[in-house]
Nanobody
Framework: QVQLVESGGGLVQPGGSLRLSCAASGFTFGSNFARWYRQAPGKEREFVAYISPGGGSTNYADSVKGRFTISRENAKNTMYLQMNSLKPEDTAVYYC????????WGQGTQVTVSA
């Protein structure tokens, strides 16, 4: 079955960095677009970034452009989100997502940016 497992979240000070990972299984990861979303407390889930199957095309939400970098290693069935210059407003649960016959989501990983 399709499975997405995020990891790498944690507590970081403003200005710090984290790298999130999303391990995929149960489908042909390298043939599909993949995305990161996030959901802050009391807010709707929002798009963060996407990457094309081969990794040659990416897109970012304006709020993270220039600070976050999405990447993937298809040989490892893994997607990453490098987050630099983190701000308190980046605090959220981060989810990876793929669209196959329907939307699939991981369980999420908590990122907290606080002094």
């Amino acid at each position: 079955q399709v499975q997405l497992v995020e990891s790498g979240g944690g507590l970081v000070q403003p200005g710090g960095s984290l790298r999130l990972s999303c391990a995929a299984s149960g489908f042909t990861f390298g043939s599909n677009f993949a995305r990161w979303y996030r959901q802050a407390p009391g807010k709707e889930r929002e798009f963060v970034a996407y990457i094309s199957p081969g990794g040659g095309s990416t897109n970012y939400a304006d709020s993270v452009k220039g600070r976050f970098t999405i990447s993937r290693e298809n040989a490892k069935n893994t997607m990453y989100l490098q987050m630099n210059s983190l701000k308190p407003e980046d605090t959220a649960v981060y989810y990876c997502n793929v669209l196959l016959n329907r939307q699939y989501w991981g369980q999420g990983t908590q990122v907290t940016v606080s002094a």
